[in-house]
């Protein structure tokens, strides 16, 4: 198949926030527990944190993590993990059906956070509780001192505040499985209340709504409407929520899925700009997409009930679920104009690209390496190329482009970087850029991720599916020849020469 693409500075989609590269860690299976705390382990260091995943929690070059939950922040009671060790109590997580031993907790984490070179998104628990104990816990983070909070914050050994600048308030507040779960109107008023009283303590801080859990959420659209009526100029980021599945083994239907993607995120700026216009608002809503992934791998695997960190979610990810996952992040970044925070969930061992062995090694999932290469390369303004490629008929979709591909350039460092999938299982691309007012940029790296049967899939034994350099795609005056191999993500790096 032939395709073309036309790139151009002026077509700027938006600034990248570096934001949109951020995951998410919750007091879940072993992704706290076996994951990135673990004092046994031979590679964890005095704090209990183990270095093998910092190391790659550094690779991925995550610049902030969602904490504590999920659907855990709901029943959290933030004070529980908090102060010695030894008088810490167990709770019954009625979220995921375990004990929480709460030997990790919020200061932990936010060490942990300095290690691994990232920013803390914390969340509140809205669920079972209110907006006294979520100003309370700002106050203990993030107020110096000569207050009670911030006072017993400094008797617990940490003398300077937090300042963590991201905060959710609440997890999910529309799904049925949540602790504490409510109305949308509730929910809004609730949000607002708690969002003004955090703010009051702590002005330079900005709040996260809940939007609908997902999509397919009965509610949604109503949802954020009613909830942004209510709050809208208490917060500042409206979330979205979206896992996908391949059940059916439908993989042209699982591959076209950035369609509904790209649907569900319109759908939701719509509804912030509704509001907007309904109040005559200077003030734009912007979008936190604070969980997203594949998940369903893991489905229905059993655990122990009440035991600590059990495995849950343990999904071992393969071939095709990276090219959704690299299409995903184009479309997340075809949107970077709105969309300033998201969050890959989750970050390990949980629906992860990072897996462990408890007491054992380390290995990278699939989707680790298109998530690594837009975090580390995918730099500056999003640029939003035309395209012109075959498209296919499916079960589920119509008019499919084999070829999903987005450009980033930083001007500064005077790069250019083509993300490009196809989505084709048996023919190649023959892609032609027209690289127009770039004048002087060449190839300087081509990576691929390709030749894979789709279910294959990486082990603590086997690392196959990873990405391999490529001979330089030949340029020819302004444009750019390059093959793009079915079934494959690409990576085209191109500097001025
Ligand atoms: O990431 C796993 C779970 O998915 C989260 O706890 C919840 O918010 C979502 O339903």
Redesign the pocket.
């Known amino acids: 198949m032939k395709a073309k693409m036309t790139l151009a500075r002026e077509f700027k989609i938006g600034e990248i926030d570096r934001r949109i590269y951020g995951s998410?860690i919750?007091h879940?299976g072993r992704a706290v527990y076996g994951g990135i705390y673990e004092p046994d382990h031979i590679t964890a260091d005095e704090d209990g944190f183990r270095g093998d995943v910092i190391e790659l929690v550094k690779e991925l070059n995550v610049p902030v993590v969602r904490y504590p939950?999920?659907?855990?922040v709901s029943g959290y009671n933030w004070e529980d993990g908090v102060g010695p060790v030894d008088k810490r109590p167990n709770r019954l997580d009625l979220?995921?059906g375990t004990t929480e031993p709460n030997t990790f907790g919020t200061n932990e984490f936010m060490k942990w956070c300095q290690k691994a070179n990232t920013d803390c998104m914390m969340a509140v628990n809205l669920g079972t509780r209110g907006a006294d104990e979520a100003r309370n816990l700002v106050e203990y983070m993030n107020h110096k001192g000569n207050s009670a909070w911030a006072d017993l914050r400094k008797s617990h050994g940490y003398n300077d505040p937090w300042g963590v600048k991201l905060w959710c308030l609440g997890?999910?507040m529309d799904?049925a499985?949540q602790m504490g779960a409510k109305t949308a109107v509730d929910y809004g008023k609730l949000a607002n209340e708690a969002s003004k009283m955090m703010k009051w303590t702590d002005g330079s801080i900005e709040t996260v709504l809940c939007g609908s859990?997902s999509r397919n959420s009965p509610t949604f659209g109503e949802w954020e409407a009613q909830s942004l009526d209510i709050a809208y100029d208490s917060i500042d980021y409206v979330s979205l929520?979206q896992?996908y599945e391949n059940r059916a083994g439908d993989t042209p239907s699982f591959l076209a899925r950035t369609l509904e993607l790209e649907e569900f995120i319109y759908s939701v700026i719509c509804v912030c700009d509704y509001i907007k216009a309904k109040k005559r608002s200077k003030k734009t809503i912007n979008l936190s997409f604070d969980?997203w992934?594949v998940?369903y791998h893991s489905d229905n695997a059993p655990y122990e009930r009440w035991s600590y960190s059990p495995p849950r979610?343990e999904d071992i990810y393969n071939f095709e679920d990276a090219l959704l996952v690299g299409s995903m992040l184009i479309t997340l970044l075809r949107h970077c104009d709105r969309i300033k925070i998201a969050c890959l969930?989750?970050l390990v061992n949980?629906?992860a690209p990072i897996f462990t062995k408890t007491g054992g090694g380390v290995f990278k999932q699939t989707i680790f390496y298109p998530f690594e290469h837009l975090s580390n390369f995918g730099r500056g303004v999003a640029l939003n190329p035309i395209i012109t490629c075959e498209k296919y008929d499916c079960k589920e979709f119509t008019d499919v482009p084999y070829v999903e591909a987005i450009a980033t350039y930083d001007e500064e460092n005077e790069s250019l970087v083509i993300f490009a999938v196809n989505k084709s299982a048996d023919e190649q691309q023959e892609l032609t850029v027209n690289l127009m007012d770039f004048d002087g940029y060449k190839p300087a790296e081509f990576i691929s991720m390709d030749g894979h049967d789709k279910n294959d899939v990486n082990s603590f034994e086997s690392d196959f599916v990873k990405p391999h350099a490529n001979n330089l795609p030949e340029i020819d005056g302004a444009e750019l020849n390059v093959v793009l191999k079915p079934f494959s993500w690409n990576v085209i790096k191109l500097k001025k020469f």
């Open positions: 998410f919750e879940l939950g999920g659907n855990f979220a995921w997890n999910e799904g499985w859990s929520h896992y969980e992934n998940w979610l969930a989750q949980v629906i």
